[in-house]
């Protein structure tokens, strides 16, 4: 009997330790300086959580405590892998991967944000994924040019 009890439980730990991978946009991997440097990061914090996790003795509790980090360091590992750095914009002409964008809304909002990559974008913090609809309608435009996003337009006031 308790020998099918162990069997029993090694089968539930390992269905709850086979994550499925965590999807890859299919989109190109474009980051900026910081982004990739963030990727690399994140990367190492999850090697190192899995390596700690590694350590633990008993096998059931080790596999669910590596499930995870084993995920995210595959994931890490493409984004890096995959990561296309590009350079700061040369000009402030027009609106462009790694730019900074000042924008107002018809409604009076006022809303700054710098156009990243998909992985370090984080509106709250002020930045945009390049293919989030707002930064594909500003990209290319200058100073005073009108996009429209549903209802709402935006003027763009200031790059940087």
Known sequence: ???A???EESFETASETLLPDR???PHPNLVTDAGLKALELQLQHAREAYD????IEDVNERRRQAA???RDTRY???RVRTAQLV????STDAVAFGSTVTFSRNDG???TYRIVGEDEADPKEGSISFVSPVARLLMGKAVGDLVGVGAQELEIVAIS
């Open 68 to 70: 995870n980090p084993l």
């Open 1 to 3: 009997m308790a020998v």
């Open 109 to 111: 909002r006022v809303q």
């Open 5 to 7: 009890f162990t069997k």
């Open 87 to 90: 350079p700061q914009p040369a």
């Open 52 to 55: 700690a996790a590694s350590t």
């Open 76 to 78: 890490f590992a493409a």
């Open 23 to 25: 999807s890859i946009s």
